[in-house]
């Protein structure tokens, strides 16, 4: 973690820079594809994808969002104080064993994906004399987290006492790819299974999923992934603003000769003289290891390799042909940013973009940039939506 010094200077070793303006531009987008009839949430879970709930959840509040999502109820009881009282905070992952009466004190609402969470919610209600509110899940085919039709057909009235189900939601497996049959098929089976809740709200599109047009966005969509800049579409160019820069300062730079290693197991060796530079960030940040093969940085507009293993708290780099005078020790070399994407980044590391931001450790210094709107966001929007 950054930590501010009596001579006011940081000493982390990397930057992580989020534009909360890009993160309301890329809300704003989203709600204004789905137009003002369907509710656009957002989804907050893993410390807003590693980026930060508190600073994240209220810049997202001033852009329109009412709903949030987290995965757990400590994730909801630590966010709820950041957040005015009209805001809506759901945990995916429902009710923990024991967690009923904070989830109902704090006014969470849980999202149950069982009989046994159903039960026990409805027990809390009855012991709190008063109607709680709640989600309900259905599995449509995703086999991880909701009622099944088995469950479905077990489900009375009598088991929904003191419930006030305010929304009935599914999870799609596939919409990253547009084209997939399981995207049809779930919608159509969440359709059907969804009818035991007739009158009731209904949400099935994730980021992904409002991209497959209005039949999947139902009366809510809960967007995550594409508010914090990554690819919704991943078969066309990105639609998102991008919202993370990432930068590491050179520790060190050293000068080796042909036939020299570099790093844990001898793993690189020099085929030529080569001036390397030793960067302040290694997997104990969130990169990852895979990244030694065939990863980059950038420095001056140039893609430089990486040299030898990725080490915990370290990576060494090739700096090429480029000046020493403007490499020296302090510099900052770019992982995220203009030049390389965090799904570049990820392709490279072989995983997602998902996992590079939620992988981000907490030894950064962190800047948060301004969250007001800039001027010429509505007109890109319109452009963007049409």
Known sequence: MSVETRSGHRHAGATLTVDLAAIQWNYRCLADMVGAQVRCGGVVKADAYGLGARQVAPALYQAGCRDFYVAHLDEALALRPYLPSNASIAVLNGL??????DCAEAGILPVLNSLAQLDAWSACARRAERV???VVQIDCGMSRLGLSPRELGELSDARLRGIDVRLVMSHLACADVAGHAANAYQRARFCSLADRFAGIPKSLANSSGIFLGPDYHHDAVRPGAALYGINPTPSRPNPMRPVVRLSAAIVQTREIEAGDHVGYGWDFRAARPSRLATLSIGYADGLHRALARSGVVYAEGCALAIAGRVSMDSITVDLGEL????LARGAEIELIGPHQSVDELASASGTIGYEIL????????RIYRDAADRPQDSELRKEMVS
Not at 323 to 326: H, I, L, M, Q, V
Not at 358 to 365: A, E, F, N
């Open 358 to 365: 939620t992988g981000l450790g907490d030894r950064y210094r």
């Open 323 to 326: 000046s020493a005078e403007s």
């Open 96 to 101: 923990p064993c024991g967690g009923e009466d």
């Open 132 to 134: 709680l509110g709640a």
